[in-house]
Nanobody
Framework: QVQLVESGGGLVQAGGSLRLSCAAS????????MAWFRQAPGKERENVAG????????YYADFVAGRFTISRDNAKNTVYLQMNSLKPEDTAVYYC???????????????WGQGIQVTVSS
């Protein structure tokens, strides 16, 4: 069982930055691929970014590439999402998620955080 708790969300002006953190419980954090998803009101959930078990490989959705950076610190059981050059369309609830098994980047995550609101004003 893995519990995920997000922090760092809030209100920011367009062009600003935020860093989301996701703290994980348990001693097997490094065995999970980690990802960030988001969901805006009335829209489908989107996979924003993901990172491999050791942090050496990452992927990003086209709509955040070059602006967002995912990273992890396995010693602290924490994954981060640095968000720069934020746009109003980035407004959403952001969720941290963990994928077990053999694929760190594909498949429905096994565990989810409760979500945290990010609001970007124009």
């Amino acid at each position: 069982q893995v519990q995920l708790v997000e922090s760092g969300g809030g209100l920011v002006q367009a062009g600003g930055s935020l860093r989301l953190s996701c703290a994980a419980s348990g001693r097997t954090f490094s065995s999970y691929g980690m990802a960030w998803f988001r969901q805006a009101p009335g829209k489908e959930r989107e996979n924003v970014a993901g990172i491999s078990w050791g942090g050496g490989r990452t992927y990003y959705a086209d709509f955040v590439a070059g602006r967002f950076t995912i990273s992890r610190d396995n010693a602290k059981n924490t994954v981060y999402l640095q968000m720069n050059s934020l746009k109003p369309e980035d407004t959403a609830v952001y969720y941290c998620a963990a994928r077990g098994g053999s694929s760190w980047r594909i498949g429905e995550p096994d565990y989810w955080g409760q979500g945290i609101q990010v609001t970007v004003s124009s």
